[in-house]
């Protein structure tokens, strides 16, 4: 089974400040993990994508995530947060062919002015 | 461009009545997904398919069902709504003839309230 943890339902950072998303893994084979964002009233959209290779992973709007195998970590980053990273944000994993995708409960994201 | 569409945006229904939400995807993908999004619980898979005459469950099928008639359309009928069942429903669509590894594009989401 597979199964996905985000540490922290609501996150406050101030507008400028390092962003910092935590998401856990469990995957009995090489998982394939993402970030989505999911901004109010609309459906989720993807930030970026984990599947072979480099294990740092760029993403649109700034944010990046590294994959480590070692502590079954897939964080997510962004260095300065801007006022419209405000919104929730979902960490999902797969282990490829016809495996489902297991979300995680998401976090929310608030930017303080 | 290409897009996944869903209908209605917003509904509300009686206890009891049968409600099918509407989705259709121009990607011309194969793989089709209904999620539920409750506080708390994330997202929850409900039903998927991986082509035309597949359907599967997911891990809340209970009260909901889907067919898959061609490759745009899959709706989901819920076949007597009860109030648990309240929720904001996703529909989404991937490409990958694996089913898992390529990112899943989201419809803009369906607000159902039974009361």
């Known amino acids: 089974a597979q199964s996905v943890t985000q540490l922290g339902s609501h996150v406050s950072v101030s507008e400028g400040a390092l962003v910092l998303l935590r998401c856990n893994y469990s995957?009995?084979?090489?998982?394939?993990l993402f970030w989505y964002v999911q901004y109010p009233n609309q459906g989720l959209q993807l930030l970026l994508k984990?599947?072979?290779?480099?294990?740092l992973v760029k993403g649109i709007n700034g944010f990046e995530a590294e994959f480590k195998k070692s502590e079954t970590s897939f964080h997510l980053t962004k260095p300065s947060a801007h006022m419209s990273d405000a919104a929730e944000y979902f960490c999902a994993v797969t282990r490829g062919g016809y495996q489902k995708v297991t979300f995680g409960i998401g976090t929310k994201l608030q930017v303080i002015p | 461009d290409a897009e996944i569409t869903q209908s209605p945006r917003h509904k509300i229904t009686e206890t009891g009545r049968q409600v099918t939400l509407a989705c259709h995807q121009t990607w011309n993908h194969n793989n089709m997904f209904w999620y539920r999004q409750d506080l708390g619980h994330g997202l929850r898979l409900i039903h998927y398919s991986y082509g035309v005459q597949d359907t599967n469950k997911g891990e809340v099928s209970d009260g909901y069902s889907v067919s898959r008639s061609n490759t745009e359309d899959l709706p989901l009928t819920l076949e007597s709504a009860a109030s648990s069942q309240t929720s904001v429903y996703f529909c989404a669509s991937s490409g990958s003839l694996a089913g898992g590894i390529d990112e899943q594009y989201f419809g803009p989401g369906t607000r159902l309230t039974v009361t």
């Open positions: 984990y599947t072979t290779g480099a294990t």
């Open positions: 995957s009995s084979v090489p998982p394939y």
